[in-house]
């Protein structure tokens, strides 16, 4: 397609951009894993065979109200579910039973149900993981012919910590766990319920031992034997008597009734004497906590998954700087970049993340972390190193007005506060500040990256904005999130007209994550007001096998499709008019491979842009020239 022709359609490049994106990368099989079927599909069963046996999609029976014959074969249906005990969806069940030599594996459906049909009889193992959990314990089922034997897996805990905001990719990190915090059903105490099964007494025992091993033990001829009426009344004082005691605790006003007096029964021979009640001292009591509300595992944004399998999001999966409040975050980058060309000054050129060569440099030392107290949400990232000096040399902003932005805001890599809002869908984040930029494929930290050092493609898009952005999750897969903003890549407002612009992230399975982003209106050129730009970066990541247990472990790839324009002030999009054409068009693709569990890693990949009229070319800083300095508009 000519270049002229995206120009003039280009608002519509944020969406057949990433239709064709997903069209044309989409793998024929998508996810491996040992012993495991892509997601959603079931045992031997694929979305194309028509193979022996059962054939099921997404874990459910294909006929699960066909009655059982006495000489067919047992069944062993079930519901793979959270620690919470709500169902949860596309877990890898395991049956075994070695005398039979069966070992199957399935993937449970979108509501939990998996079923295993044509078993013999015996006794089975059955064990459920997915990733991000911990394994579910072992169940053992005994199945018999023609038999429905129907089973509940329970997963552990989710391995995932809550999230709170995102990374430089959109990812929701691992730390500011208070704007999601969950806490499983599973861990909250039951009130305790008194047993039906009592021991048998024998009435001619001179007394009973209050010793825990010397207690009478329940017989089978008694277990359906009611509670004597005095050992009922006992209980129901001292379960008054706790929940007084309870309420006092809490700081709660107790009734002004004195406690009723428990009453000790008298022995006789045809009544039991009751076990003596040992009384256990009240916890002190403690400041309550901000109380945020209480979700199950996989309700917080994309929590459901492991996502350090992909491209910027590093390979961390925790922080041992955690605490309640506060995760500390420490960064130090320090590398030799080898440049072939051997520029006589070292300086690396064309490049907004790399800035000299054949020399050691602390590119990045940054100190810092995030808040999280209750529903208020904050981060703060130093910015030391070349980082320091270079981004605000791109950065023209700074030149219209007073106060010397520029050394403001140096060494401030990530700074804003915010409030998270539990009860909008899956959370609603409103946040001000200075956010480091994730609307590209690569992360504005290098080392998070698959290839380190971006492509061209990649440098083309801004590293950082100041502003507001609005971050909503109408789903646990979605995010949709506006930007109010100064402008393209500035601290300040270039010229009269703010930034617009915003991003769609969409992860509807564990291996495929979509980015789809947009900007436009800012006026960002310094001098020339009339001067508005628009832009696209849209992006599909894939991860196409995933193998814990082999040498390989994981393989992924990407794919990047960038599209903008320049319009107004001297130039157009499209060259008409007398015009020069201010154009760019650009695409990058990537295959990455990691070995022995994740210890290594390589990357394959490239890309192509089209620029005709240096649209956001950097300048060379010769003799300290700049953004300001150089050549307004032609630089970032």
């Known amino acids: ?74 069944e062993v249906h079930g519901v793979t579910r959270y620690a919470n005990g709500l169902p949860m969806p596309e877990a890898e069940v395991v049956i075994l039973n070695g005398d039979v030599n069966i070992d199957r594996t399935i993937v449970s459906g979108s509501d939990g149900t998996f079923v295993f049909k044509n078993l013999k009889p015996g006794e089975y193992q059955l064990t459920a993981k997915k990733e991000g959990f911990a394994l579910s314990p072992t169940t053992n089922v005994v199945v018999a012919w023609g038999k429905i034997v129907t089973v509940d897996v329970p997963l552990g805990q989710s391995l995932a910590v809550s999230p ?22 599973s861990l909250h105490l039951a009130p305790a319920q008194p047993s039906s099964a009592q021991p048998s007494i024998d009435e001619s025992a001179p007394a009973v031992s209050t010793s825990a091993t010397d207690a009478p033990k329940p017989s089978a001829g008694t277990a359906e034997q009611p509670l004597p009426a005095a050992v009922m009344d006992e209980i129901t004082a001292m379960k008054k008597r706790i929940e007084e005691l309870e309420a006092e605790v809490r700081g709660r006003t107790v009734t002004e009734q004195p406690p009723t007096p428990v009453a000790e029964p008298a022995a006789t021979a045809s009544q039991p004497v009751p076990v003596a009640a040992v009384a256990t001292p009240a916890p002190p009591v403690q400041d309550p906590a901000p109380i945020v509300k209480q979700h199950p595992d996989g309700w917080a944004p994309f929590s459901y998954a492991d996502w350090t399998w992909m491209n910027a999001n590093g390979r961390q999966h925790d922080s041992p700087l955690d605490s309640k409040y506060f995760t500390g975050e420490f960064r130090a980058d320090v590398h030799y970049m080898d440049d072939f060309n051997h520029p006589r000054d070292n300086t690396l050129g064309g490049s907004t993340e790399s800035f000299r060569s054949n020399e050691w440099q602390l590119e990045q030392l940054s100190l810092g972390g995030d808040l999280h107290v209750g529903n208020v949400r904050g981060r703060i990232l130093t910015m030391f190193g070349l980082f320091a000096t270079t981004t605000p040399r791109n950065d023209a902003s700074t030149a219209r007005g007073q106060w010397d932005l520029r050394n403001a805001y140096r060494y401030i890599s990530e700074g804003w506060g915010g409030y998270h809002f539990d009860n909008v869908g899956h959370g609603l984040n409103i946040d001000a500040g200075i956010f480091v930029s994730y609307i590209g494929l690569f992360s504005y930290y290098n080392f998070d990256n698959w290839t ?38 500035s601290y300040a407002r270039t010229n ?50 995933n193998n814990q247990e082999g040498f390989l472990d994981m393989a992924a790839m990407s794919f990047t499709a960038d599209a903008g324009c320049e319009y107004g002030g001297g130039v157009s999009c499209t060259g008409k008019g007398g015009n020069p054409k201010q154009s760019f068009l650009g695409w990058m693709a990537y295959q990455r491979f990691q070995f022995k569990k994740d210890t290594y890693g390589i990357t394959l990949g490239g890309g192509y842009l089209n620029n005709p009229g240096r649209y956001l070319t950097l300048l060379q800083p010769i003799n300290g020239a700049d953004a300001i300095s150089g050549s307004p508009g032609e630089s970032r």
């Open 1 to 74: 397609m000519k270049c002229n022709l995206i120009c003039i359609r280009l608002p519509m490049a944020g969406f057949v951009l990433p239709a064709l994106a997903i069209l044309l990368a989409a793998p024929t099989q998508a996810q491996k894993t040992s012993n495991m079927a892509p997601p959603g599909m079931e045992e031997s069963a694929s979305p194309f065979s028509t193979g022996h046996g059962p054939t099921t999609f997404g874990g459910r029976p294909s006929s699960p109200d066909t009655p059982a014959v006495s000489s067919s074969p047992g």
């Open 164 to 185: 709170g905001n995102n990374n430089p990719a959109g990812l929701m990190r691992t730390y500011n766990q208070s704007a999601f915090r969950m806490q499983p059903a």
């Open 452 to 489: 380190y050092q971006p492509s061209y493609v990649s440098s083309n898009t801004p590293w950082f904005f100041n502003g507001l952005r609005i971050q909503y999750f109408p789903t646990a897969k979605l995010k949709i999130e506006p930007w109010i903003i100064n402008g393209w890549q």
């Open 496 to 545: 009269s007209k703010p930034g617009l612009g915003g991003q769609i992230l969409w992860r509807p399975k564990p291996w495929l994550s979509l980015v789809f982003n947009n900007y436009g209106m800012g006026t960002d050129s310094l001098g020339n007001p009339g001067r508005s730009r628009i832009h696209t970066d849209d992006s599909v990541e894939i991860r196409e096998y």
